[in-house]
């Protein structure tokens, strides 16, 4: 699962969005100082990193978030980070897993995950033991 980190550069009035693989996007702050509070802003630092890496099979609005140890940014990760282990299913396929279950290189030899891709629904077990499609 990626969690993208935040961290505020307060010499450079900078955001900068970064993830454990090397990758990064770096904003201005957003001025003037409006109703937005420091985790708004910080998510605006998100939704470049995302539109940048083309993350937009993500539903990034729906994002989960906690501040950094050094409080200087935050963490966001995607809903599907939980303890409890997420179960997806491939509708075509009947083929069910977890989250990393679903990494795949694709034909241009790029690591993907079809989850992140929309090419699978959340899902869980039923009181029969069937998989059935979760709605949130």
Same mark, same amino acid.
């Given at each position: 699962? +990626?969690? +993208?980190?935040?961290?505020?550069? @307060? ?5 900068? /969005?970064?993830?454990?693989? @090397?990758?990064?996007?770096?904003? $201005? &702050? $957003?001025? $003037? ?12 630092? =998100?939704? /470049?990193? /995302? ?6 099979p993500w539903? +990034?609005?729906?994002?989960? &978030? ?13 809903? &599907? ?22 990494? &795949? =290189?694709?034909?241009? @030899?790029?690591? =993907? ?9 959340? =899902?869980?077990?039923?009181?029969n033991g069937?998989? +059935?499609?979760?709605?949130?």
């Amino acid at each position: 699962m +990626i969690t +993208i980190h935040t961290k505020f550069d @307060g010499k450079r009035l900078k955001i900068k /969005a970064y993830t454990r693989l @090397g990758r990064s996007v770096t904003i $201005p &702050y $957003p001025f $003037p100082f409006d109703n937005k509070n420091d985790v708004e802003r910080h998510f605006e630092a =998100v939704k /470049a990193y /995302a539109a940048k890496y083309r993350l937009d099979p993500w539903d +990034i609005t729906d994002m989960r &978030y906690g501040e950094s140890s050094d409080g200087k940014g935050f963490t966001f990760c995607a809903r &599907y980070s939980r303890i409890n282990t997420v179960m997806f299913m491939n509708i075509q396929t009947g083929s069910v897993n977890c989250y990393d279950g679903w990494n &795949y =290189v694709n034909e241009l @030899g790029e690591k =993907v995950n079809a989850v992140v891709l929309g090419e699978t629904v959340e =899902v869980e077990k039923d009181n029969n033991g069937d998989w +059935i499609e979760v709605y949130r």
